[in-house]
């Protein structure tokens, strides 16, 4: 699970949408924030995660704590950091993961909000 994550991570700090997807199972759902409705399957990540980085120039994750397994459970902290032109924001984030046999992404649920960004400067 671990590696996964990692994997995750470096994928999204690329920009690599295929990579990115490739963490999750076929039937996979994602919470990004977990208030709003879930993408399940690979086409609708690929749409979403797609559109999270062209919604900036730049979009870096950074693990920031200990990645906490149990189970087929995994949940850890990170920084999302977006440069969109001049604009750098930061946001803490959440990640709280169930993995399926295999070791893919079954569904992830991200707990964050934007009334807790941050400017950068």
Known sequence: MKATINRYVERHCA???PGIVENFSATASVWDPVDTD????SEALVAFFTGTHQM????ILTITGPIRCAGNQAAFPMVAESH???MKLA???IDVMSFDD????????AYWSMADARALD
Do not use: F, N, Q, S
């Open 38 to 41: 879930p993408h399940i399957g």
């Open 102 to 109: 295999d070791g893919k992404i079954a569904e992830m649920r």
């Open 91 to 93: 946001v803490d984030i």
């Open 15 to 17: 920009g690599d949408i």
């Open 84 to 86: 969109i032109g001049d």
């Open 56 to 59: 900036a120039d730049t979009l």
